[in-house]
């Protein structure tokens, strides 16, 4: 078994030694190309399946053996201001803030009791907040339905409560990492300096965890907006959000124009607001 | 031994700052679980009177067939996912700004709904899909959706969390093993040799733990074998979704005996998974100890 202290031992690198030279040749060959290879084939593997939403999405007319579209046609990204999707993409909105302002408060409430709790209480409540990755979602949407239904909680609420669960562990583990790094000396020195406790958590601590509530955020927003399971089980359509609207027109023939259409305004906003969080997040590192 | 009143009041303050978290988690979950435990036997009924009844657990063998058809997908995503992971790591740390393109692309792709990403791969691998028109639909293309290996539904799963795995990967060995290949290769490594003995060794562990979280989700993911699957036989997920959402209202026990099923099945696989890293982790522990 190689160790993992010790750098490669030069003897198990056979090509620095003299060789003949058509030897030497192939086999530099080889291994400038070899990484060229995997890098064209990475790409592909990343690249490919998203070629076919993309043409679709502009397709006019595209019949079975041509490899581009006959005719090319604006319709299906027309069809995405449409009354229906627009309303179902402000459903999706509404979700994905709702989870994550929910997830992301509670998960932040919990790091920072995990962070303090004596070792083996925090272990836990630490484990307890873990168990919603180890429930398949469907299976506890199908149990909560049912207890939130006889409680009469209000379709929505009840969404949003399940998929909140479903989120804590994300944001806790955000937080978690950003407090095991957290100085918290900054705060103690504006607490000298005569600030309110108010003022530290809005001015000093908000500010250095800014980067964990963006990371912790944006990945409860995902799961709010990307749900499909949740909203068609508890929801039974009576708010449809854009997964619902993109699972049945993949689930049905035909119609790729609008499953492609509807793929990229689900696609869009996350990666809009992934690249918005990455250039605010670089800026802030700059600053001082 | 006694605790300062002090720490302990501190510590009874941290507690009811988890409690609003850790109370919704257990709440939800216990009565979810418990929910669906008294339905897969007759109580609670959605009409009609309770009666206590096993006839949920008793088609045994629909329960397996379906529990196997998820575990296969499960390893089979797995498996291809830490292959495929794994190299776009080391590429990744190996081929400069070639790798940081590739890790920038594929840790692009992870904020993609798994639902959009089985449209795409519908729309890639169906019968007369982009890939069969792009090599001018010939004559032996394989049916890759809906067939009996389950290829795009494994290849969706692959293809969604080899991103993840490639993320953890990198997040997990980072910085100290870019100087160590960095080191190999003015030794003269080839870029194999870098990936398989100086990257393949110290990642492990992450992959160890990113292949853990991926085959729990595949194990519970619905959306991709609902829309690439074949009709039978169903996974656990489907098989649940479906009876649930069925007009007849007595198959609402069976389905929740499949949900508690594929929750023991996740459950029985985390336990094996942590027992499993543990103990490779207290190895490697063990090795370094004995070769520094």
């Known amino acids: ?288 | 031994m006694s605790v300062p009143s002090g720490q302990r009041s501190a510590s009874r303050r941290a507690l009811l700052t988890a409690a609003p978290a850790v109370l919704l988690v257990v709440l939800v979950i216990g009565a979810a679980l418990l929910t669906a435990l008294l339905q897969s036997l007759g109580f609670l009924p959605v009409f009609g009177e309770a009666r206590f009844s096993t006839e949920a657990w008793a088609d045994g063998a629909s329960l397996l067939e379906s529990a196997g058809v998820s575990l296969y997908l499960a390893t089979a995503s797995t498996a291809l996912a830490l292959v495929v992971g794994f190299l776009v790591a080391a590429y990744a740390l190996t081929a400069g700004r070639g790798g940081r393109l590739v890790a920038a692309l594929s840790a692009a792709t992870i904020p993609i709904p798994h639902l959009v990403a089985s449209g795409a791969i519908g729309l890639l691998l169906a019968d007369a899909g982009f890939l069969a028109r792009v090599l001018g639909m010939p004559e032996g293309f394989p049916q890759l959706v809906g067939d009996s290996w389950w290829a795009a539904v494994i290849l969706e799963f692959a293809w969604k969390e080899s991103a993840f795995v490639a993320l953890v990967v990198l997040g997990g060995i980072g910085r100290p093993v870019a100087e160590l290949t960095e080191t190999a290769a003015t030794l003269g490594a080839s870029a194999r040799q870098r990936m398989l003995h100086v990257i393949l060794p110290l990642a492990r562990v992450p992959l160890g733990v990113a292949g853990l979280v991926v085959f729990v989700y595949t194990l519970g993911s619905y959306e991709a074998p609902w829309l690439l699957g074949p009709v039978a036989p169903e996974p656990l997920s489907v098989r649940a979704v479906r009876l649930f959402g069925s007009v007849d209202l007595s198959s609402r026990p069976e389905a929740m005996a499949t949900a508690l099923t594929s929750v023991a099945v996740a459950l029985a696989v985390i336990g094996l998974g942590l027992l499993l890293t543990r103990r490779s982790r207290r190895r490697s522990r063990a090795q370094s100890g004995v070769s520094s």
């Open chain 1, 1 to 288: 078994m190689t160790t993992v202290t010790k750098p490669v031992p030069s003897s198990r690198v056979p090509e620095r030694r003299p060789q003949p030279s058509a030897r030497r040749a192939s086999v530099s060959g080889w291994r400038r190309i070899l990484p060229v290879v995997l890098g064209a084939a990475l790409l592909l593997w990343i690249l490919l399946p998203l070629a076919p939403v993309l043409l679709w999405s502009v397709a006019g007319q595209w019949r079975a053996p041509a490899p581009l579209p006959g005719s090319w046609s604006s319709q299906a990204l027309e069809s995405l201001l449409s009354p229906e999707i627009l309303q179902a993409g402000l459903w999706s909105l509404a979700l994905g803030m709702s989870v994550a302002v929910a997830a992301t408060t509670l998960g932040a409430l919990a790091a920072f009791s995990l962070h303090r709790l004596p070792r083996t209480l925090s272990r836990i409540v630490g484990f307890l907040l873990l168990t919603p990755l180890a429930i398949p979602p469907f299976a506890l949407v199908m149990g909560a339905n049912v207890l939130l239904l006889s409680a009469r909680v209000p379709t929505f609420a009840a969404v949003l409560i399940v998929l909140t669960v479903t989120a804590l562990p994300y944001t806790t583990y955000m937080f978690s990492v950003a407090l095991a790094s957290y100085d918290w000396r900054f705060e103690e020195v504006a607490r000298t300096l005569g600030a309110s406790r108010v003022r530290v958590i809005r001015t000093v601590r908000m500010a250095l965890l800014a980067p964990a509530i963006a990371r912790a955020g944006f990945l409860a927003f995902l799961v709010g907006w990307s749900d499909y399971i949740t909203t068609v089980l508890i929801g039974g359509g009576q708010f449809r959000t854009l997964p619902m609207l993109l699972g049945s027109s993949a689930s049905s023939t035909g119609g790729e124009q609008l499953t492609a259409a509807l793929s990229l305004a689900m696609i869009l906003p996350p990666v809009i607001l992934l690249a918005f969080l990455a250039r605010w997040g670089a800026r802030g590192r700059i600053s001082p």
